[in-house]
């Protein structure tokens, strides 16, 4: 046996370690805390297979849950990758935990990707549940998977950066309450649920630059109208997703 096989090896692991094992932590912490995961489960449920039993806000032509289904598709990514993101990650921000993050090898812009990468495991297993109940309440849809996957992907960083700005600006209680009245007001502001033409002609034009609103019309176009690949959404996805993840990163406050 050779001398020093049982030496350690002081230093940190390879990044990609370090972030698969933040990444499969962070997903361990989302689907333990049950507040978050009425949110980003139950909420989105409830609303899929209520607002398609019975069509209440007039969706016009087809059937309901082939409206809803896309607009409730977005809702679930904004409530994970925003609102539920925002608020945990404020709550860590005051109770030192990020603090103790940042001392540690990891790098801080890594953390934040296996934050995302947490959202994104959470979001698969949403889509997947969200889509059995839908296809149970007779849903149709058309359209291509890539661009599903592109608004898909687009959306989560857009909504993940602004909720690790909220979280990394605000105190964690600002943060709470924000993130919450946020969720509310583009539940019905953002064609989730009502469609945008419902609302007075000079309100379409500025929720339509939502991202929630790009989100929920860009889905809505390719998986109930056959849309190959929905541009005008996913540009403004993309705009979205480079402010809040440049703002995040400027001005995120880490204690």
């Not at 002081?10 to 499969?24: D, E």
């Not at 849950?65 to 904004?78: E, H, Q, Y």
């Not at 149970?136 to 690790?164: D, H, I, Q, R």
Request: proline share 5%; net charge neutral; hydrophobic share 55%.
């Amino acid at each position: 046996m050779s001398a020093g096989t049982y030496t350690p090896r002081p230093g940190a692991a390879p990044l990609s370690r370090m972030i698969a094992a933040q990444a499969a932590l962070e997903t361990r912490m989302l689907l333990r805390n049950g507040e978050q995961l009425l949110l980003t489960v139950v909420i989105p449920t409830l609303l899929l297979v209520l607002f398609s039993a019975v069509d209440i806000v007039g969706t016009g032509s087809g059937e309901p849950v082939d409206f809803l289904t896309p607009g409730i598709l977005a809702l679930a990514v904004m409530s994970t990758a925003f609102t539920g993101q925002a608020i945990a990650t404020g709550f860590e921000r005051r109770y030192g935990v990020l603090k103790r993050l940042g001392a540690s090898p990891l790098p801080r812009w890594a953390l934040m990707a296996a934050k995302t990468l947490a959202v994104l495991v959470t979001e698969v297993l949403q889509v997947v549940l969200l889509t059995v109940i839908a296809f149970a309440l007779g849903w149709s849809p058309e359209g291509g998977p890539l661009a599903v996957l592109l608004l898909l992907v687009l959306g989560t960083v857009a909504f993940s950066g602004l909720g690790l700005l909220m979280a990394g600006t605000l105190k964690a209680e600002a943060t709470l309450a924000a993130a919450n009245l946020v969720f509310l007001l583009l539940l019905v502001g953002g064609g989730v649920v009502v469609p945008l033409d419902r609302f007075p002609d000079a309100a379409q034009s500025v929720l339509g630059l939502l991202p929630i609103s790009a989100l929920s019309e860009g889905l809505r176009d390719v998986l109930q109208h056959g849309a190959t690949m929905p541009w005008g959404s996913l540009g403004i996805l993309t705009v979205w997703a480079v402010l809040g993840l440049g703002a995040a990163a400027r001005f995120f406050r880490w204690e």
